[in-house]
């Protein structure tokens, strides 16, 4: 990559005087800057919810409580009335709490330590709040940029641990006049252009520049945490059969496939393997085994046979009829588990 971050951000403020979405919150390139009251009202809606469902709530909000101080009058049923359907009610909680020190306070703070620290705003929020406010350099990383940022360097490290390398290069990529244009030329570029599937790098005004691009696998930045492995459980069931009938229980209430008929077992559980004794003597038969996933594990299950032994199952059950099994309701593992011995037997 040859661009310097300086051309970067040249490039993508030029991209953004043609192409910045027309949003109600914001003010055209090269406009004076919006009301604060604006910004910061919409993102905090805009967190968790998208662009098209916030701007009804947007517009509702603004007929109802036109600046911050007469927000902060609202009695916060009517607010929180208002909200409903935005999701994420502690959002709406911390707006009234927030205007409510903002009327105290005679106005929004236009630096991003002081509005850190009103109710409800984090880093993003102060951060937007303050450069696209107030003109003050700040650096805004949300999830979009995050993934720009990621595929312009290529950060092969992956996520949560890679956000500070993020963060960094964010920091170097942000100029320092028309911070608030660029914090909105990420995101408008973020959600627009390099979206998560498919980036659509033929439109991106960053190509050039873009080590992911020039590797030519951009959707693999960010690099995602490793999957934890599930642990590999090894469990027994016995199919016992008499006289055309197999003995069924029924698994205790709690626990993995609680309260389902099922095979008889040697205790298996997503913590622990099986004790692996047979519940009574004879000649046990190994069918094989059959595979399955749960949520916190994978089991490997082995099915062993005893066909018309001498004792009677040692617990609770019933006969089940092996020509009405399909009735039985067992789950998925114990239909393989019987589909196994029957194909074995
Ligand atoms: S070139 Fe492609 S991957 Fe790189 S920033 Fe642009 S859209 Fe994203």
């Not at 809606?45 to 998208?50: A, E, F, G, S």
């Not at 109802?64 to 009058?73: F, I, K, M, R, S």
């Not at 929180?80 to 009234?96: E, P």
């Not at 408008?188 to 696998?217: F, H, N, Q, Y």
């Amino acid at each position: 990559m040859t661009a310097s971050t300086a051309d970067i951000s040249a490039l993508l403020l030029a991209w953004y005087d043609r192409h910045a979405r027309d949003l109600p919150w914001r003010a055209r390139p090269g406009d004076p800057a919006p009301d604060p009251y604006h910004v910061w009202l919409s993102e905090v809606m805009l967190q968790q919810t998208t662009v098209a469902a916030v701007k009804p709530y947007f517009a509702k909000f603004l007929a109802n409580w036109p600046t911050v101080e007469v927000l902060a009058a609202a009695p916060d049923e009517q607010v929180m009335a208002a909200w409903a359907g935005l999701g994420y009610y502690s959002r709406a909680r911390n707006l009234v709490k927030a205007a409510r020190a903002v009327a105290d306070l005679g106005g929004f703070p236009t630096g991003e330590a002081e509005l850190r620290k009103l109710p409800g705003l984090g880093d993003y929020t102060a951060a937007a709040v303050a450069a696209i406010a107030f003109g003050r350099r700040a650096v805004v990383v949300d999830a979009n940029v995050e993934r720009v940022v990621a595929r312009l360097f290529a950060i092969g490290e992956p996520l949560p641990g890679a956000r500070k390398t993020i963060r960094a290069r964010a920091d170097e990529l942000t100029p320092d006049s028309r911070a608030g244009d660029f914090a909105q030329a990420m995101m408008d570029l973020g959600s627009g252009i390099c979206t998560s599937r498919v980036p659509k790098c033929l439109l991106c005004p960053l190509s050039g520049a873009c080590a992911a691009r020039a590797e030519g696998e951009p959707e693999r930045y960010p690099v995602k945490p490793a999957k934890k492995a599930k642990p590999e459980r090894v469990g027994n069931a016995w199919w016992i059969v008499k006289d055309g009938s197999v003995w069924l229980v029924r698994r205790p209430a709690t626990g993995m496939l609680g309260g389902m008929r099922a095979l008889p077992d040697d205790g298996w559980t997503a913590q622990r393997d099986g004790v692996g004794e047979p519940p009574l003597a004879g000649d046990w038969r190994l069918c094989g085994a059959v595979s399955h996933v749960f949520t916190h594990a994978r089991l490997t299950l082995r099915v062993h046979a005893l066909v018309d032994g001498e004792s009677a199952p040692p617990m609770a059950g019933e006969w089940w009829p092996l020509d009405a099994l399909d009735t039985a309701g067992l789950p998925t593992l114990y239909a393989k588990a019987a589909r196994l011995a029957l194909a074995t037997g």
